[in-house]
């Protein structure tokens, strides 16, 4: 192995060209209960441009290089690395460091790349399915029978929501910005998708459900969705937040909340634990993996870019043109 490699620093803070540089750094060595992965695709993710905007900076001890998924070879092993050996294809959560040419990962977050998909699919799997498992499965409690609202279907976190739900045997909901994401949702599983810009989708679902409402909602927007998804929900019905990308803050009325019975919660995946992200790691394992490898669920790839036009990769990502997941090749 080369004792340095390539990768991407964010210099500052500010726009894609202005800020994001390929550099040569020293490559990593693996630490207790860590991998070394020469990394064939990393995802590029919008807490990616939230940190090279100032505004998600990397947790204590994390890499300053921005990446939150990877796939790749494992090349070293640290001590206590479990049962991974040199040479497996692994794809695997990290919380930096993943635009590179070498990442560290926890053993604990990486997991195998599902029979049959390429290291450009599998580097679209560990950041949205991590996601969508414990904040739809687990903290939304959502159940076979049971009705999902998803908002921004046609991203990454919302092209793996419709497919994991639908596939475990939920009705979804999606709500997309034009009619060409609006049809990728229902292929993807949606059983309708509501076009926002035309539509209120308050309204919608309020038709689609009889008037009953959604058990479960995730919304990454919040700011004045917060209101209209209480207003959405069910009679037990659970909200999930995973962003704010219209702004964390808002005017509610929260009566509905004890009226109706609500949940609202909601998480940031990048801050919990290695043992936290490992338990989440078997449970798809075991839950959703066999469904990838039947390719009942597949990650919708939308565009590849190489490690210098990373710039590029986020201008796509801000211009919120894509369906599904941007991909970095290393």
């Not at 049971?146 to 793996?160: A, D, F, K």
């Not at 709500?175 to 994401?181: H, L, R, V």
């Not at 229902?186 to 309020?206: C, H, M, P, T, W």
Request: neutral net charge.
């Amino acid at each position: 192995m080369a004792e340095t490699m390539r990768c991407v620093e964010i210099e500052g803070k500010g726009g894609p060209p202005e800020v994001l540089k390929i550099a040569t750094r020293p490559r990593p060595v693996a630490g207790a209960g860590e991998v070394l992965i020469r990394v064939g695709a990393a995802g590029v993710n919008r807490p990616d441009v939230l940190q090279r905007q100032g505004g998600y900076p990397p947790p204590p001890g994390a890499s300053d290089i921005p990446g939150l998924e990877i796939a790749g070879e494992i090349v070293q092993l640290g001590a206590g690395a479990g049962d991974w050996k040199i040479g497996d294809s692994v794809c695997a959560l990290v919380t930096g460091g993943g635009y590179a040419e070498y990442a560290l990962a926890p053993a604990p977050q990486c997991l195998p790349v599902p029979r049959g998909l390429s290291p450009v699919e599998a580097a679209g799997l560990p950041e949205t399915f991590f996601t969508v498992w414990t904040n739809v499965f687990e903290r939304g409690r959502l159940q076979p029978g049971e009705t999902l609202l998803v908002h921004g279907g046609s991203s990454g976190i919302g092209t793996t929501a419709i497919q994991m739900a639908s596939r475990l045997g939920a009705r979804v909901f999606a709500t997309a910005g034009n009619a060409e994401k609006c049809a990728a949702c229902e292929r993807l599983g949606a059983a309708q998708a509501i076009n926002y810009r035309e539509s209120d989708f308050v309204e919608a679902i309020k038709a689609l459900t009889g008037g009953k409402g959604v058990d479960v909602i995730l919304d990454m927007v919040g700011a004045d969705y917060i209101e209209r998804n209480i207003r959405c929900l069910a009679t037990e019905g659970r909200l999930v937040q995973i962003g704010f990308q219209k702004g964390a803050k808002a005017e509610v009325n929260f009566m509905p909340l004890m009226l109706k019975r609500l949940t609202y919660t909601g998480s940031t995946l990048r801050i919990q634990s290695v043992e936290s992200k490992g338990r989440i790691a078997r449970a798809l394992r075991e839950r959703v993996w066999p469904l990838i490898e039947s390719g009942a669920i597949r990650p919708v790839i939308h565009a590849t870019f190489p490690l210098e036009r990373a710039a590029e990769a986020h201008r796509l990502m801000e211009s919120n043109a894509h369906i599904g997941k941007i991909i970095l090749t290393a």
